[in-house]
């Protein structure tokens, strides 16, 4: 949460673009935080990306591009990260992927689980936790601000919803 994963994104979509080079970019269709389709930096910058649900198929849908970037990767199905591990190796276009690696309870996401066994590489952007160390998992809140510890895995929500947190802060809380 909060780690600049979309702004990230976008830079990367920039590079390639700037280079005369095509890229593909999808986020989850449930993500409607700042409308369908668009992927959303909290600095500001947008864009209208193509949509990914539980049906999309990324071996059928892939273009001809030099890269494929995925927001919101925790949404994946574990066929879809299979799909986009096979466009990589067998195709050859470099695939990337942002998103969170556990939900608020500290439970993988599935597509997350599955983005780290098979990804070539992984980098983690960091975050800060509100005591001063790395953020390394969220918390889900009220709108009060107290703690929600039990729940659906997926609801869609940002600052108003979520905080992130270091391991010792999201023990003790």
Do not use: W
Request: net charge negative; aromatic share 8%; hydrophobic share 35%.
């Amino acid at each position: 949460m909060n780690a600049g994963k979309s702004t990230a994104l976008l830079q990367v979509a920039h590079n390639y673009e700037e280079q005369g080079q095509q890229v593909k970019l999808y986020t989850a269709a449930i993500d409607d935080r700042y409308g369908v389709g668009l992927i959303t930096s909290r600095l500001g910058p947008q864009r209208q990306v193509g949509l990914f649900d539980a049906g999309t198929d990324f071996l059928a849908d892939a273009p001809r591009v030099a890269c494929v970037l995925v927001d919101e990767a925790q949404f994946l199905t574990t066929a879809q990260v299979q799909q986009l591990h096979q466009l990589a190796q067998v195709r050859g276009v470099p695939v990337i992927c942002y998103g969170l690696r556990s939900d608020f309870r500290g439970e993988p996401f599935p597509g997350s689980a599955y983005l780290l066994a098979l990804a070539d590489d992984i980098e983690e952007i960091k975050n800060i936790c509100t005591c001063g160390k790395k953020a390394t998992m969220n918390i889900r809140v009220d709108e009060e601000g107290r703690r929600i510890r039990e729940g659906e895995q997926v609801s869609i929500g940002g600052n108003e919803s979520y905080r992130q947190a270091c391991g010792r802060c999201f023990y003790s809380n």
